[in-house]
């Protein structure tokens, strides 16, 4: 099973191999910059190297850079528009420079110019990117709330299928579920796994971030919980994880570390839930 956590990148971008496997990962997610500011990554070449060097001696699965939280590729507002394209540009252009394969983004919220505008800005911002060789940018499915998109699988589909760049999708569990995507049971993860599959295809699922749900299915509000002990549950959680349409993907924790558990808990947790 390929599963990891998003791990910091504090006092060097190869320290995060080490957090990874403290944890018990074999793959992973990192930020390049505090992701809540506007900040070009600053990686050296010697730390590049050494995580890259890490990396290939010790971790089996890939990792994911998770982009900017202000980037908004939906926005109708020129400075934020341009703000959001030079950010995830620097960020493909860390990826390529780290040899990882996945940069993710939301698509952004259109702030009332509407869905089908907002997904055209998306689609567009996205077109006007210089996408690097061996590095596929995800649009990660969002909890749906306000005038965000990408919480309908039919959003996720039209910028996959309305752009020429190399664009897959990454589904967050907890967010799929807040959308209105039930996934507590076993037949309801097959429904799930069916609409995916009939919108944007399967094969344009290239990694999972694996997170129980604080509320409910259909609640816009998107707030992690620990394997097993949110709204989806123990039952729901393992018929995800052991689902075949897309058990051999990476699975990202970005659960919670709070009430004396951690990363590692919701790891072994996964693991527990794998083999069951
Ligand atoms: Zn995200
Ligand atoms: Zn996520």
């Known amino acids: 099973m390929l599963i990891g956590a998003h791990v910091s990148i504090a006092g060097g971008v190869q320290n995060a191999v080490e957090r990874?496997?403290?944890i018990g990962g074999n793959c992973g997610q990192i930020v390049t910059t505090s992701p809540r500011v506007w900040k070009e990554p600053a990686i050296d070449d010697d730390e590049a190297a050494a995580f890259k060097r890490e990396?290939?001696?010790?971790?089996?699965?890939?990792?994911?850079?998770?982009?900017?939280?202000?980037?908004?590729l939906a926005t109708p507002k020129d400075d934020l528009r341009q703000k959001s394209i030079e950010s995830l540009q620097a960020d493909l252009d860390a990826a390529a420079a780290l040899d990882v394969?996945?940069?993710?983004?939301?698509?952004?919220?259109?702030?009332?110019?509407?869905?089908?505008?907002?997904?055209?800005?998306?689609?567009?911002?996205?077109?006007?990117?210089?996408?690097?060789?061996?590095?596929?940018?995800?649009?990660?499915?969002?909890?749906?709330?306000g005038s965000k998109l990408g919480g309908e699988f039919d959003h996720l589909a039209t910028v996959v299928d309305g752009t020429e760049a190399p664009v897959d999708v990454c589904l967050d569990t907890a967010?799929?579920?807040?959308?209105?995507?039930?996934i507590s049971t076993p037949d309801a993860v097959d429904e799930t796994v069916a609409a995916f599959d009939a919108t944007v295809g399967i094969d344009r699922l290239r990694a999972i971030h694996l997170n129980d749900s604080k509320h409910p299915c259909g609640s816009n509000k998107d707030e992690h919980a620990h394997l097993g002990e949110g709204e989806i549950g123990a039952t729901g959680i393992g018929a995800v994880i052991n689902h075949?349409?897309?058990?051999?993907?990476?699975?990202?924790?970005?659960?919670?570390?709070?009430?004396?558990?951690?990363?590692?808990?919701?790891l072994e947790r996964a693991k527990e839930l794998r083999s069951a």
């Open 101 to 145: 394969p996945f940069v993710n983004v939301h698509l952004g919220a259109h702030t009332g110019a509407g869905e089908e505008a907002g997904l055209e800005n998306a689609i567009s911002a996205i077109d006007s990117l210089d996408h690097p060789e061996d590095v596929t940018l995800l649009i990660e499915s969002d909890a749906g709330s």
């Open 20 to 22: 990874q496997l403290e």
């Open 55 to 72: 990396t290939a001696a010790s971790l089996e699965g890939p990792w994911v850079i998770h982009s900017n939280y202000l980037i908004n």
């Open 175 to 182: 967010h799929t579920f807040v959308a209105g995507y039930d």
């Open 244 to 266: 075949d349409a897309w058990a051999d993907r990476p699975f990202i924790l970005e659960t919670p570390v709070e009430d004396g558990k951690d990363y590692a808990w919701n």
